[in-house]
Structures are given as structure tokens and as C-alpha cells.
């Protein structure tokens, strides 16, 4: 799923539901142990045997410029205040799991 702009409130709902305190956080995980325990990278990794040597050499590559990325995660959450929806001027489709961790089915259905 996806949403049409992140804003303060869907953000602080997400990461307080999934146990952490920022994006980045979320997103920039800096040991091999945090992915793991939210399972979205070790899902693959389990499938496909990635020893923990080249996903930690993995996550150095992926994450490199952390500053600059951590600033790119805080500028794309729009204050509750500024969000607009958006005019679209055709009919999009949104798919949404119902089992996703991220954003819940009831948010897709308010966006409605």
C-alpha cells in the first residue's frame, strides 16, 4: 500500500505501531538484528541463504550517506497542516494487503 502524502499523524501511527521512533530508523537499519526482527528484509534472506557477513556488507552499501538519506526520509512527512489532496484527473487504483504491517487496510478505505 501506499498513501497519497505521509503526514505527521499516519507517520507517528506507523512507527508506533511497529515499535520505532523514526523513519529512519525504520528504514536505515544499521545492524543485521533490527531487520530481523521486523522481518521484511529477513524474509528474503531466509529464502535465498544470505550469510550475515555479506547482509551486514549489504546494509554498509545500502546505506551509506546516511545523513543525507535521513534527511530525505524527515523532508517527505508533511505536517497534518499543509497536507492537500491532491486533484487527480483520472481514476487510479490503490492496492493494499490486508496483512500490511505498514499502512493498515482502515487508512486505505479513509482514503477512499
Do not use: C, Y
Not at 490486508?98 to 482514503?111: G, P, R, V
Amino acid at each position: 500500500g501506499s498513501v497519497i502524502a505521509m503526514t505527521d499523524s499516519i507517520n507517528q501511527t506507523m512507527l508506533n505501531r511497529l515499535g520505532f521512533s523514526s523513519s529512519a530508523e525504520l528504514l536505515l537499519p544499521t545492524t543485521v538484528k533490527r531487520p530481523q526482527s521486523l522481518g521484511f528484509l529477513w524474509d528474503v534472506r531466509k529464502k535465498l541463504w544470505f550469510p550475515n557477513f555479506l547482509f551486514r556488507d549489504f546494509l554498509e552499501v545500502m546505506f551509506n550517506n546516511r545523513k543525507e538519506r535521513e534527511e530525505l526520509l524527515a523532508a517527505m512527512v508533511e505536517s497534518n497542516r499543509e497536507a492537500q489532496v491532491p486533484s487527480l484527473s483520472q481514476k487510479i487504483l490503490l492496492l493494499w494487503g490486508n496483512n500490511d504491517e505498514i499502512f493498515h487496510l482502515q487508512l486505505a478505505k479513509n482514503m477512499r
